[in-house]
């Protein structure tokens, strides 16, 4: 329990009556195997005020009879198939708790996650919502990859251009609810999104704990659906935002970078959804609306690297084959990049597969990064930047330990790759202080800095090192405890 839990917590009288009631609502449909996995995630929580709503939009499972397994520890409700937006205001409108957490039946929260965002929210209390990092798992339930900092304060402007509050992610003030609305029925697909902007319109700011506390389960195959319809949809969210004539301009001066920035990932979608026509269409817009994507040619090129290691691709190979070949005019540049986008994309999931423990996989992949472009094993930057990426994302594992298993155990292609070692440790001891030295813990982010300048002394020509340093040495040396 976290000090400020445990004041708040602390504060308040025995009596259950005096802890602020929570409502988790879930709405399910089809789904009563990883329901029952969820609904136990909930059950564990360490805040004592919690009750569980679960919404049974007209499935044909056995999910009534995993309802009557929890008796009364779980209220469930049954209604015809509606929709998930329809689902999830249902259980709201059932629901008594001052806070409400929409959580999907196939994600997970962590034991402590509702009381650290009850302590945060009573410390808070302009704050709307308060959302939270969180990791990817597989269908199986394996943490595969865990988010990294996300914004948080008036976070409309950052909002607009990309939607990074995880749909299980957000305690929500019930009146922030009652005053911004409920979710879109007619939405699906965007539904939380057109929420979360909505919240954020009426001038609520977004708290946010950074520490994973949930899991988002990803299925293989599910960005290949509905891809039009998530188009239609996030066009239509964004395009509410930008009719309001009270939108402050510093919302208003990034609308063709929000565009444009959302065309090119639904160009992605569309890929990955081998919908050529209306790939090529996105990304001919994305480019027209935000000329700014190709001021960094290689941010652009790695974009579709990323897309295509998203864990919901089957192949990633057959993904860039998909992108390369059905290019618009704007983009015919991107063709001279076969060999990048191939031996990259081979890179990252030898990194992968790295973290999965699976090292005769990742040293395949690795060894045919080299074959398809030798000049991978002089790309040092390159290898000792996604490297680093990698290992500041990986569950389960210290980013040192990480940054080992790989190097240790690189395949004999690729043995020149050991070179970099003392670069990307300096780069993980500075990453790591930057999280640490906003978690609050100054002294082990100065400790951070000094071993990443053992490895790395060019790190103090960066100016924010240096600052955070200056900063931090204060902490260090007058006893904060912490260590590496």
């Known amino acids: 329990m976290t000090q400020l839990a445990s004041e708040v917590i602390s504060n308040t009288a025995q009596d259950m009556s005096t802890y602020p009631l929570i409502s988790v609502v879930i709405p399910t449909y089809n789904r009563s195997k990883l329901l029952s996995m969820t609904v136990e995630s909930v059950l564990a929580q360490t805040y004592p005020a ?48 001052e806070y409400v957490n929409f959580l999907d039946d196939d994600d997970t929260i962590v034991p402590e996650k509702i009381e650290r965002q009850v302590a945060m929210l009573r410390h808070q ?26 914004p948080a304060g008036d976070i409309l402007r950052d909002l607009v251009c990309a939607n990074f509050v995880w749909m299980s992610a957000p305690l929500i003030r019930r009146e922030c609810l009652e005053r911004a609305g409920l979710f879109d029925e007619t ?22 704990v950074q520490e ?7 299925h293989r195959g599910s960005m290949v659906t509905a891809a039009a319809r998530t188009e239609q949809e996030v066009i239509e969210a964004l395009s509410r935002v930008f009719a309001d004539p009270q939108l402050p301009a510093s ?62 691709v089957d192949d990633p190979l ?28 081979l890179v990252g999931l030898a990194l992968r597969d790295y973290g ?46 990480y940054v080992d298993t790989v190097l240790q155990n690189l395949p004999l292609e690729a043995q020149g790759l050991e070179r970099m070692r003392s670069r990307v440790l300096g780069d993980v001891d500075i990453a790591c202080a930057f999280e640490d030295y906003f ?34 040495l204060p902490k260090m040396f007058g006893g904060e405890r912490g260590t590496l």
């Open 212 to 218: 994973p506390l949930g899991a988002y389960r990803v």
């Open 50 to 97: 919690v009750e569980v709503i679960v919404v049974d939009d007209g499935s044909a499972d056995d999910t009534a009879a995993v309802g009557r397994d929890y008796g009364q520890r779980v209220r469930f409700i049954r209604q015809d198939n509606a929709g998930v937006s329809a689902a999830r205001n249902r259980g709201f409108l059932a629901s008594n708790g």
């Open 439 to 472: 978690a609050g813990c100054r002294a082990l982010a100065a400790r951070r800095i000094l071993s990443a300048l053992c490895h790395r002394p060019s790190w103090l020509r960066n100016r924010g090192v240096v600052s955070i340093l200056a900063r931090s």
């Open 251 to 312: 919302v208003t001066t990034v609308k063709n970078q929000a565009y444009g920035t959302w065309r090119l990932w639904l160009s992605c979608r569309h890929y990955a959804a081998g919908n050529w026509d209306a790939a090529r269409d996105n990304l001919a817009q994305a480019l027209h609306l935000y000329p700014g994507l190709l001021d960094d040619r290689r941010a652009f090129l790695d974009s579709f690297c990323g897309a295509a290691l998203d864990v919901r």
């Open 187 to 208: 939405l699906s697909a965007a539904a939380d999104y057109d929420l979360w902007l909505r919240i954020a319109q009426a001038g609520y700011p977004f708290a946010c």
């Open 318 to 345: 057959e993904f860039i084959a998909g992108v390369l070949n059905h290019l618009p005019p704007d983009a015919q540049f991107v063709r001279a990049h076969r060999q990048y986008f191939r031996s990259q994309t």
């Open 356 to 401: 999965l423990g699976k090292i005769d996989a990742a040293q395949h992949h690795l060894a045919d990064a080299v074959l398809v472009c030798p000049a991978t094993v002089e790309r040092l930057v390159d290898f000792a930047r996604a490297l680093t990426d990698a290992a500041m994302h990986q569950p389960g594992q210290t980013p040192h330990a």
């Open 125 to 150: 209390p302009e704050a709307g919502l308060v959302h939270c990092r969180y990791y990817l798992m597989d269908k199986s339930g394996t943490p595969i990859y865990q988010v990294g900092r996300l």
